[in-house]
C-alpha cells in the first residue's frame, strides 16, 4: 500500500514518494509535503528548462 501526503504543491492528498529522493531537512520535507504527481511535473519542467537552455547555447 503506498503513503499518502498533503501535497502542498497541488493542494490535495495524493500518492507520496515512495522514499526520501535527498538527505537532510530539505529532502524530509520534500518526502512529507510533495506527492509523487507534483515530483513528476517539477522533473518534467527541469527537463524542458535544461533542453531549452542547450538549444539556446547551440547557436
Request: net charge negative; hydrophobic share 30%; aromatic share 10%.
Amino acid at each position: 500500500m503506498s503513503r499518502t501526503v498533503f501535497c502542498q504543491n497541488l493542494n490535495k492528498e495524493a500518492e507520496g514518494l515512495a522514499f526520501q529522493l535527498y538527505p537532510g531537512e530539505v529532502g524530509k520535507r520534500i518526502f512529507d509535503n510533495i506527492s509523487k504527481e507534483a515530483w513528476g511535473h517539477w522533473q518534467k519542467k527541469q527537463t524542458m528548462l535544461i533542453n531549452e537552455k542547450n538549444e539556446h547555447d547551440e547557436c
